[in-house]
């Protein structure tokens, strides 16, 4: 079977994507920086770093730190703010003509809400991607995560204040992914992605002192493939609901295996730190695992796992 | 593109811990300028799984040679260190923002601390060839007489020359910055070009600002992408926020960035 005859289009809920390899947010920036490696006009869609009302500073360094197959990072939602995204990043990406999915943080539901009001009136999105997952903000993030009631507050909050797609970006750092899951479908939502980071530390012994300035941050990279790969597979089988799914995809077989797990498309994130023309490869690997396998339409692997 | 495949050519032991590479690029070593670096990706496995950023040392545009020097800190800079020639290596570069024009007028002091040399000793070079009337004096501050790795490549390039061990085994007994103090009071100064130890830098700063003398600082952080798309590689910048080493430096004025939080 010849490369050209892989059908790579996916539907994930309402979202039509040219092909279901996208960047994860918070790996690509606002695609700027990867223009001069990658083709960005071949990508499924780019997911925005996050996007906060006021611009925020982000934590102080060393904010990276490598681990065994991964890295941790405490970033802590640096941007520059709604206004300033609205008015020199989105239109860059606008431009391009793939789908652009803006991810949004806040520290309360009404945040939440006044993204999605304001996001909603930009012309081109693809869709909201709702952050709920962040480790590293001590206000907002991941806590969002811990309260089912609460989530499907602020997923209804921001259903009520946009027509676009509404993608919910999950955390790792719960008891049981799939109540979450379930809650930001019921909030209105019609997709979720997962998974954001894991918490982890890393300790410099001889100094007594933590490697990363904020003591904690989130784990990524190939270490937490295994863990992404059950949780995506979890909330398939119990909810059968589109996912996006991520966590150390850096091949093309990484992204098969999200795909037959349960996913209808997939991100690269940590990967495209490492070689920034990672999504451009992996994509490639992944028309020839295809056409290895004698797959033609990319559609039918998603949760076709035999088990 | 400015990501290749470069060749190992040499790989020198020049100390118990410090390693002088030469590689072969296509593209790197034609476009390099003094003070930027090369992102080098270890190996291909997961582990060691980001890359690391490397000064460049110098180059031979003629050959596309590229030198880098590797202070083994950990398991990347180990696997760097036990490279063969003929062993490949994906590097992206050059990167970064390097050492801006000279001014016109007055001595020229390189700062140099430890592994810190590397981008001294390429600014160096092309203070030699493109400004010849320049005045270079150059201070090498470490620990002791091992770690003045590639002292003599600075040295060669330098109108002047001095040393500066904590233990007193080469040169004089003290810092580098006690030097620097010394020639900012005696000779008029043009501008100082700093790298090494954060502290070394933040004293550089402080004594540059008090004298008045421009004051430019190559700064390490530790990296994610080298792009300026993490946002890993963050140092504070004075008046507040964060700027990037990456893509805003690794060369920055001095008075751009926030000394009191750097030196915590």
Redesign the interface.
């Known amino acids: 079977m010849s490369a050209e005859r892989v059908d790579l289009r996916v539907q994930v809920g309402p979202l039509e994507l040219p092909s279901p390899l996208l960047v994860a947010s ?4 606002f695609g700027q ?2 223009a ?2 990658v083709d960005l006009g071949a990508l499924g869609g780019i997911m925005t770093k996050a996007v906060t009302i006021a611009p925020r ?2 934590n ?7 681990t ?4 941790l ?1 405490s ?1 802590g939602l ?1 941007n520059p703010g709604l206004d300033t995204v609205i008015a020199e990043k989105l239109p860059f990406l606008i431009e391009l003509g793939v789908p652009i999915i803006v991810n949004i943080a806040g520290e309360t539901i009404a945040e939440y809400a006044t993204l999605a009001q304001r996001l909603g009136e930009v012309e081109g999105l693809a869709a909201l991607e709702v952050n709920v997952s962040c480790p590293n903000v001590d206000r907002g993030g991941m806590e969002f995560c811990r309260e089912i009631p609460v989530l499907r507050e602020l997923v209804a909050a921001v259903r009520d204040e946009t027509e676009l797609p509404l993608i919910v970006k999950l955390s790792p750092n719960v008891g049981d992914v799939v109540p979450t899951a379930e809650a930001a479908l019921e909030g209105g939502a019609e997709v979720v992605s997962m998974i954001n980071t894991l918490v982890g530390m890393a300790i410099d012994a001889v100094r007594r002192r933590p490697r990363l300035a904020h003591v904690t941050g989130g784990l990524s ?2 270490a937490v493939k295994p863990i992404a790969l059950a949780m995506v597979w979890r909330v398939w089988r119990a909810l059968q609901c589109p996912v996006i799914g991520m966590g150390g995809i ?1 091949t093309g077989e990484d992204a098969a295996e999200f795909l037959l797990a349960g996913a209808s498309a997939v991100a690269v994130g ?1 990967a ?6 990672s999504a451009q490869r992996v994509r490639e690997e992944l028309v020839e695992f295809c056409c290895g396998q004698g797959v033609e339409t990319v559609r039918e692997l998603t949760g076709s796992l035999r088990v | 593109m400015a990501h290749e495949t470069a060749e190992v050519v040499w790989n020198e032991s020049i100390t118990q811990w410090h390693y002088l590479l030469a590689l072969k690029t296509k593209h790197a070593a034609a476009a390099a300028q003094p003070g930027q670096f090369i992102h080098v990706r270890v190996g291909p496995t997961h582990d060691p799984l980001l890359r690391r950023p490397l000064s460049v040392l110098r180059t031979d545009p003629g050959t596309g040679q590229l030198w880098v020097l590797v202070r083994v800190v950990g398991r990347g800079t180990r696997l760097l260190a036990e490279m063969e020639p003929g062993a490949r290596l994906d590097i992206m570069g050059p990167l970064g923002r390097g050492w801006p024009e000279p001014p016109p007028q007055g001595d020229l002091i390189l700062v140099a601390g430890g592994v810190g040399v590397a981008p001294l000793i390429f600014w160096a070079e092309v203070l030699q060839s493109s400004y010849p009337a320049s005045h270079v004096l150059s201070i090498f501050g470490a620990a002791h007489e091992g770690e003045l790795a590639c002292w003599l490549e600075l040295a060669a390039r330098s109108d002047e020359f001095y040393v500066a061990t904590e233990d007193g085994s080469a040169g004089e007994k003290g810092l580098a910055v006690d030097l620097l103090r010394v020639y900012l009071d005696q000779r008029r100064v043009g501008a100082v070009y700093a790298c090494g130890p954060r502290g070394m830098l933040a004293a550089a700063a402080r004594l540059c600002a008090r004298a008045s003398v421009p004051c430019y600082v190559a700064m390490e952080q530790w990296m994610g992408c080298g792009i300026g798309a993490c946002l890993g590689c963050v140092v504070p910048a004075a008046g507040g926020g964060y700027v990037r080493v990456c893509t805003d430096g690794p060369v920055f004025r001095a008075d751009e960035l926030d000394w009191e939080v750097l030196v915590q």
């Open positions: 918070g790996t690509f920036g920086e990867y001069q490696y500073e982000g102080p360094g060393p904010r990276v730190w490598e065994s197959a991964g890295m990072n970033i640096q990279g190939p850096f940590t495209s730190f490492v070689d920034p023309t």
